[in-house]
């Protein structure tokens, strides 16, 4: 899977939209972007992916530019139920290779 | 079942015992992932099935570790002489298919506590 840097963590306030973006330099042409997130005493849970552009569902948008060096999770007006660890996952297993997730970005929301 | 089901939900251990993990993937789901969480930590992979394919066992830390899957379905995974340093939540995952395209689903985890 390609090598994903990602901040280590973020803070925001209530009510404000939060922006984590995920570096991908090595991403190959096949590969997907995937986004998971993971509550305190929780397995981690799929939030969205993508492959270009821009995609958008009832938690998140995911932005990805031309290039697809980068992806930006868009996290509309969070609250304190959106803290937690949101990992970026890039790569296309088509073989017997493992699903590697790094060490994510600790998002804190502050009341 | 509904969802990736785990148990026990909580192990206590002494020292030097083994210990069985078991994880129930979804119906029908080809890959099964195990997983290691250290406190305040990211997720640390230990061994990947796929199918009928030989598992991925890279990620196990020391020959103390194994998992089986028996029947394409439930995994156990045994931690043999359990250490201190083995103390953390195991999680495992299962998803339909081999490509990153698809979700994988995660159970709650087993927290291991070895004293």
């Known amino acids: 899977l390609a090598k994903t840097t990602q901040p280590i963590s973020m803070d925001s306030y209530e009510g404000q939209e939060v922006n984590i973006t995920c570096s991908h330099n090595n991403i190959a042409t096949n590969d997907y972007i995937t986004w998971y997130q993971q509550f305190p005493s929780q397995g981690p849970r799929f939030i969205i992916q993508g492959y270009k552009t821009k995609v958008t569902n009832e938690v998140a948008s995911l932005f990805i530019p031309a290039d697809r060096k980068s992806s930006t999770l868009s996290l509309p007006r969070v609250s304190l139920s959106d803290t937690a660890v949101y990992y970026c996952l890039v790569g296309e297993d088509s073989g017997n290779t493992p699903l590697v997730f790094g060490k994510g970005t600790r998002l804190s929301v502050i009341a | 079942g509904a969802g990736v089901s785990q148990s026990p939900s909580n192990k206590v251990t002494e020292k030097g015992k083994d210990v069985e993990l078991r994880c129930d993937p979804i119906s029908g789901h080809t890959a099964l992932y195990w997983y290691r969480q250290s406190l305040g930590q990211g997720l640390e992979f230990l061994i990947y099935?796929?199918?009928?394919?030989?598992?991925?066992k890279s990620g196990l830390p020391s020959d103390r570790f194994s998992a089986e899957r028996t029947g394409g379905s439930v995994s156990t995974l045994t931690i043999q002489r359990t250490q201190q340093e083995d103390s953390a939540v195991y999680l495992c995952a299962s998803k339909h298919g081999t490509g990153l395209n698809t979700e994988a689903f995660f159970g709650q985890g087993t927290r291991l506590t070895v004293v």
């Open positions: 099935f796929q199918g009928n394919s030989a598992p991925d």
